[in-house]
């Protein structure tokens, strides 16, 4: 599978998560599995996205696009961390739930359309393969970590290509 197709899966997925959650009650009991899948979803797919993906562009040259996503991929994360707190109730839950679903939605759109049109032109079809297989290998490998060493790892993900080895080696021992 190419890196396009294990994108546009989870994205798909996505999308149908968070239009269960902006149909759901606040009192809901399924509130929270809902909420902790969608959790491990965006942030194993972020993640992953951006050492497979973000990083062979940004390595290659085009770095504002690649900025602009990582950006809001923090921006969404925050929201839902919000949720996930519960530091929304009420009507501000809803709202939280809408804003991120259209968050999401717009970022999506962009990735699937501006993100990979660069990315077709910058990779052959076999790499596109390989970086297909490299995400979903990344990607089982996140959802099996905590949260810790998510953030570290989203921090790692935004240093210097040259860094990135010696600050993994480093952390190797943060949330486990
Ligand atoms: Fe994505
Ligand atoms: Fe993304």
Known sequence: MDIYKALEN?????????????????????????????STLLSSHS????????????AIGDSELVMHAYKEHME??????????KEVTGADWTKT????????????????????????????AEEAGQMGEAF????????NQGFVKNSFDLVVNLMPPRFVDKVKSIGSGLGK
Not at 47 to 58: C, F, K, T
Not at 76 to 85: D, G, T
Not at 97 to 124: C, G, N, P, Y
Not at 136 to 143: D, G, P, R, V
């Open 76 to 85: 969404a994360e925050a929201l839902l961390k919000k949720m996930e707190l």
């Open 136 to 143: 979903l290998k990344l990607q089982s490998e996140i959802k």
């Open 10 to 38: 989870d994205h798909k997925e996505l999308k149908n998560l968070l239009s269960e959650l902006v149909d759901l009650e606040e009192q809901d009991s399924y509130r929270e599995v809902l909420i902790e899948n969608i």
């Open 47 to 58: 993640r992953a996205e951006e050492s497979v993906l973000y990083n062979s562009m940004r």
């Open 97 to 124: 739930a809408m804003e991120l679903r259209d968050a999401l939605l717009h970022h999506i759109d962009q990735e699937e359309h501006d993100v990979f049109t660069e990315a077709r032109k910058m990779f052959s």
